[in-house]
Protein backbone atom coordinates (compact mmCIF):
# COMPACT_ATOMS: atom_id res chain seq x y z
CA UNK A 1 0.00 0.00 0.00
CA UNK A 2 2.85 2.05 1.29
CA UNK A 3 4.59 1.68 -2.55
CA UNK A 4 1.52 2.59 -4.19
CA UNK A 5 1.11 5.44 -2.78
CA UNK A 6 4.83 6.78 -3.18
CA UNK A 7 4.37 5.56 -6.84
CA UNK A 8 1.14 7.30 -7.42
CA UNK A 9 3.17 10.93 -5.75
CA UNK A 10 6.29 10.00 -7.62
CA UNK A 11 3.93 10.11 -10.93
CA UNK A 12 2.52 13.32 -10.09
CA UNK A 13 5.58 15.01 -9.19
CA UNK A 14 7.22 14.14 -12.58
CA UNK A 15 3.48 15.38 -14.42
CA UNK A 16 4.19 18.58 -12.81
CA UNK A 17 7.56 18.57 -13.40
CA UNK A 18 7.06 17.81 -17.36
CA UNK A 19 4.30 20.61 -17.39
CA UNK A 20 6.57 23.48 -15.39
CA UNK A 21 8.99 22.62 -18.29
CA UNK A 22 6.46 22.85 -21.26
CA UNK A 23 5.49 26.00 -20.41
CA UNK A 24 8.46 27.62 -19.85
CA UNK A 25 10.13 26.32 -23.30
CA UNK A 26 6.51 27.65 -25.03
CA UNK A 27 7.13 31.07 -22.92
CA UNK A 28 10.61 31.41 -23.95
CA UNK A 29 9.48 30.33 -27.84
CA UNK A 30 6.30 32.94 -27.70
CA UNK A 31 8.83 35.57 -26.91
CA UNK A 32 11.04 34.76 -29.92
CA UNK A 33 8.34 34.11 -32.32
CA UNK A 34 4.49 35.00 -31.21
CA UNK A 35 3.16 32.88 -34.10
CA UNK A 36 5.82 29.40 -33.32
CA UNK A 37 5.88 29.40 -29.83
CA UNK A 38 6.77 25.89 -30.11
CA UNK A 39 9.56 26.82 -32.59
CA UNK A 40 8.60 23.58 -35.05
CA UNK A 41 9.59 26.16 -38.38
CA UNK A 42 13.37 26.82 -37.33
CA UNK A 43 16.03 25.39 -39.15
CA UNK A 44 16.66 23.35 -36.11
CA UNK A 45 14.19 21.21 -34.20
CA UNK A 46 14.50 22.86 -30.82
CA UNK A 47 11.44 20.73 -29.81
CA UNK A 48 13.05 17.60 -30.44
CA UNK A 49 16.05 17.94 -28.36
CA UNK A 50 13.32 19.31 -25.31
CA UNK A 51 11.24 15.82 -26.35
CA UNK A 52 14.68 13.61 -26.42
CA UNK A 53 16.11 15.25 -23.07
CA UNK A 54 12.53 15.02 -21.26
CA UNK A 55 12.62 10.81 -22.01
CA UNK A 56 16.27 10.48 -21.68
CA UNK A 57 15.54 12.00 -18.04
CA UNK A 58 11.99 10.60 -17.52
CA UNK A 59 11.77 7.69 -19.67
CA UNK A 60 9.00 6.83 -22.29
CA UNK A 61 6.08 7.31 -20.10
CA UNK A 62 7.79 11.55 -19.40
CA UNK A 63 8.05 11.71 -22.88
CA UNK A 64 4.43 10.92 -23.67
CA UNK A 65 2.98 13.37 -21.69
CA UNK A 66 5.19 15.87 -23.24
CA UNK A 67 4.30 15.50 -26.13
CA UNK A 68 0.81 14.99 -25.34
CA UNK A 69 0.71 17.83 -23.60
CA UNK A 70 1.85 19.98 -26.38
CA UNK A 71 -1.06 18.46 -28.33
CA UNK A 72 -3.33 21.82 -27.52
CA UNK A 73 -0.69 24.38 -28.18
CA UNK A 74 0.31 22.49 -31.74
CA UNK A 75 -3.78 23.05 -32.32
CA UNK A 76 -4.41 26.39 -31.00
CA UNK A 77 -1.12 27.89 -32.55
CA UNK A 78 -0.73 26.18 -36.24
CA UNK A 79 -3.75 26.17 -39.06
CA UNK A 80 -3.54 22.77 -39.94
CA UNK A 81 -2.55 20.80 -37.61
CA UNK A 82 1.49 19.75 -38.69
CA UNK A 83 0.24 16.09 -38.68
CA UNK A 84 3.99 15.08 -40.30
CA UNK A 85 5.80 16.77 -37.24
CA UNK A 86 3.94 15.25 -34.65
CA UNK A 87 4.46 11.74 -35.97
CA UNK A 88 8.02 12.40 -36.78
CA UNK A 89 8.17 13.46 -32.99
CA UNK A 90 6.05 10.81 -31.77
CA UNK A 91 8.87 8.74 -32.93
CA UNK A 92 11.98 10.22 -31.94
CA UNK A 93 10.14 9.53 -28.75
CA UNK A 94 9.75 6.06 -28.86
CA UNK A 95 12.88 5.78 -29.88
CA UNK A 96 14.81 7.39 -26.94
CA UNK A 97 12.33 6.16 -24.18
CA UNK A 98 13.76 2.64 -25.92
CA UNK A 99 17.22 4.18 -25.19
CA UNK A 100 16.22 4.85 -21.64
CA UNK A 101 14.97 1.84 -20.59
CA UNK A 102 18.12 -0.26 -22.13
CA UNK A 103 20.26 1.96 -20.41
CA UNK A 104 18.62 1.81 -17.57
CA UNK A 105 18.39 -1.66 -17.12
CA UNK A 106 22.01 -1.99 -17.34
CA UNK A 107 22.64 0.67 -14.71
CA UNK A 108 20.61 -1.57 -12.53
CA UNK A 109 21.86 -4.86 -13.55
CA UNK A 110 25.78 -3.25 -12.74
CA UNK A 111 24.19 -2.31 -9.69
CA UNK A 112 23.50 -5.49 -8.73
CA UNK A 113 26.36 -7.60 -9.62
CA UNK A 114 27.86 -4.38 -7.88
CA UNK A 115 26.13 -4.98 -4.81
CA UNK A 116 26.84 -9.07 -4.66
CA UNK A 117 29.93 -8.63 -5.41
CA UNK A 118 30.04 -6.41 -2.74
CA UNK A 119 28.41 -8.29 -0.09
CA UNK A 120 30.74 -11.03 -0.77
CA UNK A 121 33.68 -9.38 -0.21
CA UNK A 122 31.97 -7.98 3.20
CA UNK A 123 31.52 -12.12 4.31
CA UNK A 124 35.45 -12.57 3.66
CA UNK A 125 36.89 -9.74 5.86
CA UNK A 126 34.07 -10.97 8.49
CA UNK A 127 35.68 -14.65 8.09
CA UNK A 128 38.85 -13.55 7.87
CA UNK A 129 38.79 -10.99 11.29
CA UNK A 130 36.89 -14.06 12.66
CA UNK A 131 40.27 -16.38 11.75
CA UNK A 132 42.46 -13.83 13.08
CA UNK A 133 40.37 -13.57 16.39
CA UNK A 134 40.73 -17.61 16.56
CA UNK A 135 44.53 -17.56 16.20
CA UNK A 136 44.96 -14.36 18.97
CA UNK A 137 42.98 -16.64 21.13
CA UNK A 138 44.95 -19.48 20.87
CA UNK A 139 48.63 -17.48 21.58
CA UNK A 140 47.30 -16.06 24.50
CA UNK A 141 45.47 -18.33 26.63
CA UNK A 142 45.89 -21.80 24.93
CA UNK A 143 48.16 -23.37 28.14
CA UNK A 144 46.33 -21.86 30.78
CA UNK A 145 42.18 -22.25 28.75
CA UNK A 146 42.02 -23.63 25.42
CA UNK A 147 39.12 -22.25 23.66
CA UNK A 148 38.47 -23.03 19.94
CA UNK A 149 36.76 -20.37 18.58
CA UNK A 150 36.48 -22.45 15.23
CA UNK A 151 34.85 -25.36 17.25
CA UNK A 152 32.68 -23.29 18.51
CA UNK A 153 31.92 -21.20 15.50
CA UNK A 154 30.93 -24.64 13.77
CA UNK A 155 28.54 -26.04 16.81
CA UNK A 156 26.71 -22.84 16.62
CA UNK A 157 26.29 -23.37 12.40
CA UNK A 158 25.42 -26.77 13.34
CA UNK A 159 22.71 -25.75 16.02
CA UNK A 160 21.19 -23.51 12.99
CA UNK A 161 20.80 -26.00 10.64
CA UNK A 162 19.05 -28.16 12.97
CA UNK A 163 16.70 -25.22 13.77
CA UNK A 164 17.83 -25.50 17.66
CA UNK A 165 18.63 -22.24 19.48
CA UNK A 166 22.21 -20.96 18.52
CA UNK A 167 22.40 -17.87 21.14
CA UNK A 168 22.92 -19.73 24.25
CA UNK A 169 26.06 -21.20 22.51
CA UNK A 170 26.89 -17.69 21.31
CA UNK A 171 26.80 -16.72 24.88
CA UNK A 172 29.00 -19.26 26.04
CA UNK A 173 31.22 -17.72 22.76
CA UNK A 174 31.28 -14.15 23.99
CA UNK A 175 32.04 -15.13 27.45
CA UNK A 176 34.87 -17.99 26.99
CA UNK A 177 36.86 -15.35 24.33
CA UNK A 178 35.52 -11.90 25.12
CA UNK A 179 35.03 -12.25 28.69
CA UNK A 180 31.64 -10.60 28.87
CA UNK A 181 29.85 -10.91 32.15
CA UNK A 182 26.36 -9.99 32.09
CA UNK A 183 24.80 -9.37 28.37
CA UNK A 184 21.70 -10.33 26.53
CA UNK A 185 20.15 -10.43 23.32
CA UNK A 186 17.10 -8.63 21.87
CA UNK A 187 15.36 -9.07 18.84
CA UNK A 188 13.52 -6.12 16.98
CA UNK A 189 9.86 -7.57 17.09
CA UNK A 190 7.24 -4.74 15.75
CA UNK A 191 7.95 -1.61 17.10
CA UNK A 192 9.93 -2.76 20.14
CA UNK A 193 12.18 -5.69 20.79
CA UNK A 194 12.23 -8.89 22.84
CA UNK A 195 15.16 -10.85 24.74
CA UNK A 196 16.04 -13.98 23.49
CA UNK A 197 19.12 -14.75 25.66
CA UNK A 198 21.05 -13.39 27.87
CA UNK A 199 24.34 -13.81 30.41
CA UNK A 200 24.52 -13.32 33.73
CA UNK A 201 22.21 -11.08 35.20
CA UNK A 202 18.39 -10.62 34.53
CA UNK A 203 18.70 -7.61 31.77
CA UNK A 204 15.66 -6.13 30.88
CA UNK A 205 15.80 -3.19 27.78
CA UNK A 206 15.55 0.26 28.49
CA UNK A 207 14.15 2.05 25.68
CA UNK A 208 14.89 5.77 27.45
CA UNK A 209 18.58 4.75 28.34
CA UNK A 210 20.59 7.04 26.33
CA UNK A 211 23.47 5.01 25.64
CA UNK A 212 20.28 2.52 23.77
CA UNK A 213 18.85 5.57 22.35
CA UNK A 214 22.47 7.11 20.94
CA UNK A 215 22.92 3.32 19.34
CA UNK A 216 19.30 3.19 17.82
CA UNK A 217 19.74 6.97 16.26
CA UNK A 218 23.04 6.97 15.28
CA UNK A 219 23.02 2.79 13.90
CA UNK A 220 26.75 2.20 15.39
CA UNK A 221 28.40 0.92 18.30
CA UNK A 222 27.73 2.87 21.31
CA UNK A 223 29.96 3.11 24.98
CA UNK A 224 29.48 4.42 28.03
CA UNK A 225 32.54 6.91 27.56
CA UNK A 226 30.94 8.35 24.63
CA UNK A 227 28.29 9.79 27.71
CA UNK A 228 28.73 13.01 29.27
CA UNK A 229 26.58 13.94 31.36
CA UNK A 230 24.02 11.12 31.12
CA UNK A 231 24.52 7.80 33.58
CA UNK A 232 23.57 4.47 31.45
CA UNK A 233 22.97 1.33 32.99
CA UNK A 234 24.95 -0.30 30.45
CA UNK A 235 28.80 -0.42 29.29
CA UNK A 236 27.79 -0.30 25.88
CA UNK A 237 24.93 -1.54 23.15
CA UNK A 238 25.91 -3.20 19.47
CA UNK A 239 23.62 -3.07 16.51
CA UNK A 240 22.75 -5.19 13.69
CA UNK A 241 21.18 -3.60 10.83
CA UNK A 242 19.29 -5.00 7.66
CA UNK A 243 19.72 -4.11 4.62
CA UNK A 244 17.34 -0.77 4.68
CA UNK A 245 19.97 0.21 7.31
CA UNK A 246 17.14 -0.49 10.55
CA UNK A 247 18.01 -1.99 13.51
CA UNK A 248 16.91 -5.70 13.52
CA UNK A 249 19.02 -6.71 16.65
CA UNK A 250 21.24 -5.36 19.87
CA UNK A 251 23.51 -7.18 22.24
CA UNK A 252 23.56 -5.58 25.32
CA UNK A 253 26.88 -5.40 27.63
CA UNK A 254 26.02 -4.84 31.30
CA UNK A 255 29.22 -6.50 32.90
CA UNK A 256 32.38 -6.95 31.45
CA UNK A 257 36.21 -6.81 33.32
CA UNK A 258 37.40 -2.82 33.06
CA UNK A 259 40.68 -4.32 31.24
CA UNK A 260 38.81 -5.23 28.47
CA UNK A 261 36.18 -2.53 28.13
CA UNK A 262 37.46 -1.58 25.13
CA UNK A 263 37.31 -0.68 21.22
CA UNK A 264 39.13 -4.06 20.14
CA UNK A 265 37.24 -6.12 22.47
CA UNK A 266 34.07 -4.62 21.96
CA UNK A 267 34.83 -4.70 17.97
CA UNK A 268 35.64 -8.29 18.45
CA UNK A 269 32.27 -8.85 19.92
CA UNK A 270 30.40 -7.01 17.36
CA UNK A 271 31.93 -9.07 14.32
CA UNK A 272 30.81 -12.41 16.70
CA UNK A 273 27.27 -10.79 16.57
CA UNK A 274 27.24 -9.91 13.39
CA UNK A 275 28.23 -13.44 12.00
CA UNK A 276 25.69 -14.82 14.30
CA UNK A 277 22.72 -12.86 12.72
CA UNK A 278 24.16 -13.46 9.48
CA UNK A 279 23.90 -17.17 9.96
CA UNK A 280 20.29 -16.98 11.02
CA UNK A 281 19.09 -14.78 8.02
CA UNK A 282 21.34 -17.30 5.80
CA UNK A 283 18.83 -19.84 7.57
CA UNK A 284 15.62 -18.51 7.16
CA UNK A 285 16.53 -17.30 3.54
CA UNK A 286 17.10 -20.59 2.42
CA UNK A 287 14.42 -22.20 4.55
CA UNK A 288 12.45 -24.44 2.02
CA UNK A 289 15.62 -25.28 0.02
CA UNK A 290 16.61 -26.79 3.40
CA UNK A 291 13.56 -28.86 4.29
CA UNK A 292 13.69 -30.74 0.70
CA UNK A 293 18.43 -30.57 0.87
CA UNK A 294 18.91 -31.15 4.25
CA UNK A 295 22.68 -32.30 3.71
CA UNK A 296 23.91 -29.54 1.72
CA UNK A 297 25.13 -26.81 3.77
CA UNK A 298 23.30 -23.38 3.99
CA UNK A 299 26.04 -21.39 3.08
CA UNK A 300 26.03 -23.24 -0.52
CA UNK A 301 21.83 -23.09 -0.65
CA UNK A 302 22.14 -19.20 0.37
CA UNK A 303 24.78 -18.48 -2.60
CA UNK A 304 22.55 -20.20 -5.43
CA UNK A 305 19.31 -18.87 -4.06
CA UNK A 306 20.95 -15.30 -4.35
CA UNK A 307 22.29 -16.33 -8.41
CA UNK A 308 18.96 -17.40 -9.31
CA UNK A 309 17.39 -14.29 -8.20
CA UNK A 310 19.68 -12.32 -10.25
CA UNK A 311 18.75 -14.79 -13.28
CA UNK A 312 15.36 -14.09 -13.00
CA UNK A 313 15.22 -10.14 -11.92
CA UNK A 314 18.50 -9.33 -13.96
CA UNK A 315 19.57 -12.19 -16.17
CA UNK A 316 23.03 -11.89 -15.15
CA UNK A 317 24.10 -15.78 -16.18
CA UNK A 318 25.89 -18.05 -13.50
CA UNK A 319 27.24 -21.48 -13.84
CA UNK A 320 27.95 -24.63 -11.87
CA UNK A 321 30.49 -27.42 -12.78
CA UNK A 322 30.04 -30.62 -11.44
CA UNK A 323 32.95 -33.23 -11.18
CA UNK A 324 31.76 -37.05 -10.61
CA UNK A 325 34.02 -39.05 -8.67
CA UNK A 326 33.52 -43.01 -7.40
CA UNK A 327 35.75 -42.02 -4.54
CA UNK A 328 35.60 -39.47 -1.89
CA UNK A 329 39.11 -37.38 -3.35
CA UNK A 330 39.94 -35.30 -0.55
CA UNK A 331 43.06 -34.18 -2.33
CA UNK A 332 41.41 -32.48 -5.79
CA UNK A 333 38.67 -31.46 -3.63
CA UNK A 334 41.40 -28.83 -1.88
CA UNK A 335 43.24 -28.27 -5.23
CA UNK A 336 39.59 -26.90 -6.32
CA UNK A 337 39.52 -24.85 -2.95
CA UNK A 338 42.72 -23.24 -3.51
CA UNK A 339 42.43 -22.32 -7.59
CA UNK A 340 38.69 -20.98 -7.35
CA UNK A 341 37.97 -17.02 -7.09
CA UNK A 342 36.95 -15.52 -3.41
CA UNK A 343 33.24 -15.59 -5.31
CA UNK A 344 33.08 -18.71 -6.08
CA UNK A 345 32.04 -21.97 -3.87
CA UNK A 346 32.88 -25.14 -3.97
CA UNK A 347 31.10 -27.97 -2.02
CA UNK A 348 31.52 -31.89 -1.37
CA UNK A 349 28.35 -33.97 -1.94
CA UNK A 350 27.72 -37.65 -2.06
CA UNK A 351 24.87 -39.64 -3.95
CA UNK A 352 23.70 -42.91 -3.27
CA UNK A 353 25.88 -43.67 -6.15
CA UNK A 354 29.09 -41.17 -6.10
CA UNK A 355 30.66 -38.20 -5.10
CA UNK A 356 30.09 -34.74 -6.55
CA UNK A 357 32.46 -31.89 -6.22
CA UNK A 358 30.46 -28.83 -6.81
CA UNK A 359 31.35 -25.51 -8.32
CA UNK A 360 29.36 -22.72 -7.86
CA UNK A 361 30.69 -19.69 -10.35
CA UNK A 362 29.02 -16.28 -9.83
CA UNK A 363 28.58 -13.81 -12.83
CA UNK A 364 30.52 -16.25 -15.15
CA UNK A 365 28.51 -17.58 -18.58
CA UNK A 366 28.72 -21.22 -19.76
CA UNK A 367 31.53 -20.15 -22.51
CA UNK A 368 33.76 -18.62 -18.99
CA UNK A 369 33.47 -22.27 -17.51
CA UNK A 370 35.05 -23.49 -20.62
CA UNK A 371 38.59 -20.69 -19.99
CA UNK A 372 37.91 -21.97 -15.92
CA UNK A 373 38.44 -26.12 -17.03
CA UNK A 374 41.00 -25.23 -19.50
CA UNK A 375 42.91 -23.48 -16.48
CA UNK A 376 42.08 -26.44 -14.44
CA UNK A 377 43.45 -28.94 -16.45
CA UNK A 378 46.93 -27.34 -16.45
CA UNK A 379 46.95 -27.25 -13.01
CA UNK A 380 45.52 -30.98 -12.81
CA UNK A 381 48.02 -31.82 -15.40
CA UNK A 382 50.93 -30.67 -13.06
CA UNK A 383 50.37 -31.97 -10.01
CA UNK A 384 48.54 -35.06 -10.65
CA UNK A 385 49.26 -36.43 -14.14
CA UNK A 386 47.53 -35.85 -17.62
CA UNK A 387 46.09 -40.09 -16.52
CA UNK A 388 44.12 -38.81 -13.57
CA UNK A 389 42.78 -35.72 -15.77
CA UNK A 390 41.41 -38.22 -18.60
CA UNK A 391 39.71 -40.21 -15.93
CA UNK A 392 37.53 -37.11 -14.56
CA UNK A 393 34.13 -36.74 -15.55
CA UNK A 394 32.35 -33.20 -15.32
CA UNK A 395 29.55 -31.22 -16.98
CA UNK A 396 28.69 -28.25 -17.04
CA UNK A 397 25.22 -26.17 -15.63
CA UNK A 398 23.74 -23.16 -16.40
CA UNK A 399 22.01 -22.00 -13.22
CA UNK A 400 18.48 -21.32 -13.83
CA UNK A 401 15.55 -19.22 -11.92
CA UNK A 402 14.57 -21.74 -9.88
CA UNK A 403 17.09 -23.17 -7.03
CA UNK A 404 14.91 -26.18 -6.52
CA UNK A 405 15.33 -27.70 -10.32
CA UNK A 406 19.17 -26.38 -10.05
CA UNK A 407 19.55 -28.57 -7.19
CA UNK A 408 17.18 -31.56 -7.76
CA UNK A 409 19.32 -31.36 -11.52
CA UNK A 410 23.11 -31.53 -9.62
CA UNK A 411 21.99 -34.16 -7.27
CA UNK A 412 19.13 -36.50 -8.95
CA UNK A 413 20.45 -36.74 -11.82
CA UNK A 414 23.77 -37.71 -10.75
Same mark, same amino acid.
Given at each position: ?18 ? $?? !?? *? ?23 ? $?????? #??? /?? !? #? ?16 ? &? ?86 ? /? ?5 ? $??? $? ?53 ? *? ?33 ? *? ?73 ? *? ?9 ? &? ?40 ? &? ?11 ? &? ?6
Amino acid at each position: MKKVLFQDIALKFILFEIL $VF !LV *SYLIVGFSVSPEDPLLIKQPFSYFM $VFLVTV #TLF /YG !L #TGGMIAIFSAVPALIYFY &KPFPMDFFLWHLLVTLISGEFHYYWNRKIALSDEERRYIQEKFEDIKKDLFLLKISHDQMERSYLIKPVSVRRVLKDIRELIGKNEDP /YGKFMEL $VSQ $VCFVESGAIFLAKGKGYIKVSDLGDDIRLDMNDPLVISCIEKGEISYVSQLYSEQ *SKYLAVIPIQDRDEEIKALFVIKSIPFLYLNSDNI *SCISIFFFWLMKEMDARDYVHNLKEEFSDIDIAFLKELKKLCELKENYGIESSLIVFMMDDEDRAFYMFLQEKIR *SLDTVMLYKTK &KQYLIILLLPITSLVSCRGFIERIKRGVIANFGSSYWEGLRY &KFYEVKKDPLENL &KKLTINA
